[in-house]
């Protein structure tokens, strides 16, 4: 009861922008501290009136600099921003590496633009449901844009932009031949297209090889959205970025007026409780494979007596699903 | 008892190197073709004479062209190759974009050198297993190497080279900031550095770089392995690649004297095993979200009555782990 209590009141602090209150709910959640899920469920009730953007690209094309300006244009319109940044260091060095964070700086002291940054640590994830949690504590605080940043290589780094409302990925001329690959591979989510670096060299030869792709794509019915491509320049002198946000606008009104909006919310929630439900039996996988029965069955593998993958099979049996 | 039969002759006529048969094997056990579970069995046993090396690296670090590089060297060496590439396109393009695999052409008409290109399809993963079946494939195919690439992003990415005996990390000089940080988080992985395009011009503080890192780490007692940093340059005018697949063989030679090559053997099979649990649980998962009570559990978490922490936990729970 006392409990119940808190979490509403602090749950207000978060709707009133209380920034210790922001950050502290962030880290409760992460941390699974006693009370997370009744904080969560208050927090959740609160929210769903923020846009989500998510952004995302093949690594070095620069999403952190154009959030940054794309966080100063959607200021200058008079939105509060908030924005979660997964970083893309490896499970293995612990934690974010926050390099590229610092151009952030800018907005540090600017009340109405919160930054958190999360890393991609832990073998076992969990970093789907950091950000998912994160979102929501930025939605309850009334935040009018939430924008999440991943870099788009890995599937559970792809899926975390796709609770989004609107997805802008972002290539950028040039570049190997691996980017370009994955760059492909990205394309097919898009709301909208942004290259970013257009003061480079090759920047027409790649906006018409993603419009030709787009054409390549059915032909647009009526209620269906064609992801425009925008170019944006995000270092020194910006521009393209009040483009971009036109654009996104454009995108939010498309979603409202033709019923998508319902199905994108749909969309993410399926995906939220996917991804957490996804994590949540990974975690119930490693306290088993800490029992003897689960090392006398790699050293059975190890020995070559039982193939991996009817050892995982025996072991997923464990995990019986009702009939 | 016919398909028992089937299956061990199939396996003695990929032993022989029979190579419709492997690429026969790879698909049926990539599609669970009926049998695959014994045809994988016998493939299991038959193998555990492959060296496995694994190669990871941020995108654009050159690694499909050291590869090319490295095969040349091993062949000169008189070692037959089997080579397994994990594409990085996303489960949304649907299929490997196999643009740089054509550099591999040089090796297409060795009957000593086999390549297999994955691509990373298919939301719920399954990448995993479809790489460890096409390595446990090429080991009971005889060949002296198997080396397994990936693009050293996302944790199932990192987590796929892992059952190498010798993970080689590949960095390039320059590149900017994100492309940094995945580099970082992969450092620690490394039993070899490739420091990759080393004929550009930062390429001496790349490697003081790296250096300095590993003199952060604890002091080398006896018995411990001191990742060296090895300069390639991999296109044109190849250099180096000698000198890598030296260090290649002492890390071989230091596994074998001093017992860790069962570690890692070890930690190999674990790493299956789990992987493939967990690709086998996220499909039960998926099979439970296409009923109605998962579609109801949804609409709570949509109309914003539950949250989607509590909705995934619930969901979870169908999944009974016996105490």
Redesign the interface.
């Known amino acids: 009861m006392t409990v119940s209590l808190d979490a509403m009141s602090f749950v207000e602090r978060i709707a009133d922008g209380h920034r210790p209150s922001i950050a502290q709910a962030i880290s409760l959640l992460e941390a699974r501290h006693p009370g997370f899920?009744e904080l969560?469920?208050a927090?959740?009730?609160a929210?769903?009136t923020a846009r989500v953007i998510g952004i995302t690209g093949?690594?070095?094309s620069?999403?952190?600099t154009l959030v940054n300006a794309l966080t100063r244009e959607l200021r200058v319109r008079g939105r509060r921003v908030g924005i979660v940044a997964v970083?893309?260091?490896?499970?293995?060095?612990g934690g974010a590496?926050l390099?590229?964070r610092i151009r952030m700086g800018e907005h540090t002291r600017d009340g109405n633009v919160y930054v958190r940054s999360l890393s991609?640590r832990g073998?076992l994830?969990g970093i789907s449901?950091a950000t998912?949690?994160a979102v929501?504590v930025l939605d309850a605080a009334r935040f009018d844009d939430v924008i999440v940043e991943t870099?788009?290589?890995?599937?559970?780094?792809?899926?975390i932009v796709r609770v989004a409302h609107s997805v802008l990925v972002v290539s950028v001329p040039g570049?190997?031949?691996?980017?370009?690959?994955?760059k492909?591979?990205?394309?097919?989510?898009a709301d909208i297209h942004v290259v970013n670096k257009a003061d480079r060299p090759d920047v027409h030869k790649l906006v018409s090889e993603i419009t030709s792709m787009l054409t390549l794509e059915p032909r647009p019915e009526s209620g269906h959205w064609s992801p425009p491509v925008v170019e944006t320049v995000a270092l020194a002198a910006p521009s393209g970025i009040d483009a971009l946000v036109d654009a996104l606008n454009l995108h939010t009104d498309w979603l409202r007026s033709t019923g998508k909006l319902?199905e994108r919310?749909?969309r993410a929630?399926?995906i939220?409780?996917?991804e957490?439900?996804?994590e949540?039996?990974?975690e119930?996988?490693q306290?088993?494979?800490a029992e003897d029965t689960f090392q006398d069955?790699?050293?059975s593998?190890?020995s070559?007596?039982?193939?991996?993958?009817?050892?995982?099979?025996e072991?997923?049996r464990?995990?019986?699903?009702?009939s």
Chains 1, 2 share one sequence.
């Open positions: 899920e969560g469920e927090l959740w009730a929210g769903g093949a690594p070095g620069g999403k952190s970083d893309p260091s490896s499970s293995i060095s590496i390099g590229d991609n073998s994830g449901r998912f949690d929501t870099v788009g290589v890995g599937q559970a780094e792809v899926d570049f190997g031949d691996d980017i370009q690959m994955i492909a591979g990205l394309l097919e989510l319902e919310t749909r929630a399926e939220r409780v996917r957490i439900a996804k949540l039996l990974v119930s996988l306290d088993l494979s069955a790699i050293a593998v190890t070559r007596k039982r193939g991996p993958c009817v050892v995982a099979a072991l997923v464990c995990f019986a699903v009702p």
